[in-house]
């Protein structure tokens, strides 16, 4: 899960890579959705690092920053799993806990992690190698991108956003993942009748989020209910997804005072 950034880090590092006669403004014309954290790694990260990523960290083809992902990138998901599996795809993973407990309980399915955030993806391989999930494997790069270059279109049976950065202040909510762009690139990928989960901690971005998907027409609210701020606030919202384990995340945004509001769609395609 993505754990939100915070406040005051007002732009995304930019990782500018230009060189030669590469145009610096192209991967700069859409703000990102992340804040790249340190990358700097514990000893136990370091540890699982070194001796899972070769095997589950995919190699992506880069241009000019190094989370972008080139136009020519190729995911072949058989060659990767060494199957055909249903593929189950989260952007943002943050720390791992909800994938690896996931990839564990159902191990005839195939778990792509998509993050940016190096401790993250360290503790991801840290937590599916413990629990035994050797269906997981994740690729370090921006979502959008993935969404767009790297997976195959129609690939993707079900797709987790769970607890995107809120960009809670109105002058950020353009660095927010759920877009209506956004939205165009995760129809590309997901397969007729996939399901799209998500998840926040702020009310006025789930709202949003319903808006933004809804508007977009394919896809189906299976728990639908009055889209108003203030509509019944329980209504219109999924019961809470008893495939995602509650993490420490989540736990402190309840006791904060913060209500988590699930979504489920289905992708008419």
């Known amino acids: 899960m993505s754990e939100h950034s915070s406040p005051d880090q007002t732009a995304p590092e930019t990782d500018d890579q230009t060189g030669g006669d590469a145009d610096p403004t192209r991967f700069h014309r859409q703000p990102l959705s992340f804040v790249r954290r340190g990358d700097r790694l514990t000893h136990r990260r370091q540890r699982a690092w070194d001796e899972l990523a070769p095997e589950r960290i995919l190699q992506v083809p880069r241009e000019i920053t190094d989370t972008s992902v080139a136009a020519h990138a190729v995911f072949d998901q058989e060659a990767v799993y060494g199957r055909r599996a249903p593929l189950v795809v989260e952007i943002g993973s943050g720390l791992g806990e909800a994938m690896a407990h996931r990839a564990a309980e159902v191990p005839d399915q195939d778990f792509l992690a998509v993050e940016v955030y190096t401790p993250g993806l360290a503790d991801l391989l840290s937590k599916s190698d413990a629990a035994g ?65 998500l998840a926040t901690d702020w009310q006025e971005y789930a709202i949003q989020m319903r808006e933004v998907i809804e508007a977009d027409g394919r896809f189906e609210n299976l728990h639908p209910g009055p889209l108003a701020d203030d509509a019944q606030p329980d209504q219109g919202w999924a019961p809470r997804w008893e495939g995602r384990t509650l993490t420490s995340f989540e736990r402190k945004a309840r006791e904060a005072g913060r209500t988590p509001r699930d979504l489920t769609y289905r992708f008419s395609g």
């Open 133 to 197: 999930a050797t269906n997981v494997r994740a690729v370090q790069a921006n979502a959008p991108e993935v969404l767009e270059h790297f997976l195959e279109p129609a690939s993707v049976d079900e797709l987790w956003v769970f607890f995107p950065d809120p960009w809670h202040k109105k002058r950020h909510h353009k660095r927010r993942l759920v877009s209506p762009g956004f939205v165009e690139k995760v129809a590309r990928v997901l397969r007729p009748g996939a399901t799209w989960r």
